[in-house]
């Protein structure tokens, strides 16, 4: 697998699996039922956007890194 790929897909993997079971059991314990839909919905895009901030962050620090050396 391609590194950068890579570089996208833990954070991805981590931060929206995290957020779908809280978020489930959330819906679960306040309303008594899951909407799987919006579930699956709503990780998948807060997976993206935290896998693309920490990527944009590691780039601004590893530039950081090249330019004071």
């Given at each position: 697998m391609n590194r950068?790929?890579?570089l996208y897909l833990k954070?991805?993997?981590f931060t929206g699996i995290v957020f779908g079971i809280l978020m489930a059991a959330w819906d679960y314990?306040?309303?008594?039922n899951i909407d799987l839909i919006k579930l699956i919905f709503m990780s998948i895009c807060f997976g993206?956007?935290?896998s693309w901030r920490a990527v944009a962050i590691q780039?601004?620090?590893?530039?950081?890194?090249?330019?004071?050396?």
């Open positions: 950068t790929i890579r954070p991805f993997l314990f306040d309303k008594g993206a956007l935290m780039k601004q620090k590893i530039k950081r890194k090249t330019s004071n050396e």
